[in-house]
């Protein structure tokens, strides 16, 4: 006779990390089948499959603090995990090379990251460039969530203002293309 998977309490905790596994697995791939924030359906899924594994995650970790007989070595191991993680990320994180500019979903210009530069756009938005990070410095948008979004120089990182349907992405690679100063 095969045995269920579902016991009469749920999944036991092997079950839930493998289906933690699968789901940041589906996550993964659909990062690198629609790279960016795409709006395709099937990346939305995907996408939405991958964020059962937050929840799973956590589950565990409350788990750890109910069956733990020492709740400072516990969380002493959770911040040591934690900051190695957050030194691997920043270890491997590539700085952008360039700034890609969009209006209304059309390519407005490419800012060189090497390069400070100040730019207003037609949309009234001030971009400025310094120091290997883009921002935008100045907006007449209601919210100004573009201005407070800061500074970002990471690969992949945006800026994203959408009253004016303003997007500046950081892209990796070397600066090329069309820059600020010849249009």
């Known amino acids: 006779m095969s045995q269920s998977v579902l ?16 789901a940041m697995t589906v996550d993964h791939i659909a990062w690198s089948l629609f790279p960016g924030y795409s709006m395709h359906p099937l990346a939305l899924l995907m996408h ?3 964020r059962l594994t937050c929840p799973i995650m956590c589950y565990f970790i409350a788990e750890g603090y109910h069956y733990t007989r020492s709740f400072q070595k516990y969380a002493l191991r959770l911040l040591l995990l934690a900051a190695a993680l957050l030194f691997a990320l920043r270890l491997t994180r590539r700085t952008g090379g360039e700034a890609v500019v969009s209006i209304g979903g059309a390519e407005y210009c490419r800012l060189p990251l090497t390069v400070d530069a100040e730019l207003t756009l037609p949309c009234g938005n001030t971009v400025t460039v310094r120091g290997g990070a883009v921002c935008v410095s100045d907006a007449d948008c209601p919210d100004r969530v573009c201005v407070r979004t800061g500074w970002v120089r990471a690969d992949g990182e945006t800026i994203v203002c959408l009253p004016h349907r303003l997007v500046i992405e950081v892209a990796g690679g070397a600066a090329g293309g069309t820059d600020a100063e010849t249009g």
């Open 7 to 22: 016991h009469p309490r749920g999944l036991c905790g092997n079950e839930l990390k493998l289906l933690a596994i699968l």
């Open 48 to 50: 939405a499959i991958g």
